[in-house]
């Protein structure tokens, strides 16, 4: 199977906050941006297994800034790690001044992506080859990212974190 680079699977969505996607704040509500980011983390899910893919978990979220009425709002999503079946993409939210068209980085949130095939049954991906310095920075900290959640879930014995033991043991 031939390696693929996270270019491959970036997808961009811009779409406008609308009045009925706010809160009391006219804010836009967290669960529309989970759905926002849901959306683009599995279209880059498929470009890079061109598989069907299914949600596995949302690993991390981060709120960092209010998405108001009216802005306009960026979901940037690609493939940062790809493991046997299963992959991790790294999201990226910006909204853009109205005025300025400025970007500024909202929010960021990572989830992992199965590829199934037609009976749901978890099916081989490509590998993942990073370019970028920052593709290379999130690859390897995918692979810790892994470990942790599977130690946390009892399925690794800590002593075989190798990735999470590099990080304390150095």
């Known amino acids: 199977m031939r390696a693929k680079t996270p270019s491959e699977s970036r997808t961009i969505m811009t779409d406008l906050v609308l009045p009925s996607e706010t809160n009391p704040l006219n804010n836009l509500f967290g669960g529309e941006l989970l759905a926002r980011m849901d959306r683009a983390a599995s279209i880059s899910a498929r470009r890079h297994s061109r598989r069907i893919t299914v949600t596995a978990s949302v690993n991390h979220v981060a709120f ?27 999201i990226d939210v910006w909204i853009e001044d109205r005025f300025t068209g400025e970007r500024t980085k909202a929010n960021e949130a990572i989830y992992t992506f199965v590829a199934v095939d037609d009976t749901g049954k978890p099916t081989e991906v490509p590998p993942l080859e990073p370019k970028t310095d920052l593709e290379k920075e999130r690859f390897a900290a995918a692979l810790r990212r892994k470990q942790l959640s599977l130690v946390l879930a009892g399925k690794l014995k800590p002593s075989d974190a190798t990735e999470l033991k590099a990080l304390f043991l150095s």
Do not use: D, W
């Open 64 to 90: 960092n800034r209010a998405v108001p009425l009216g802005s306009v709002v960026t979901v940037e999503a690609a493939v940062s790690r790809a493991f046997k079946t299963s992959m991790e993409i790294f």
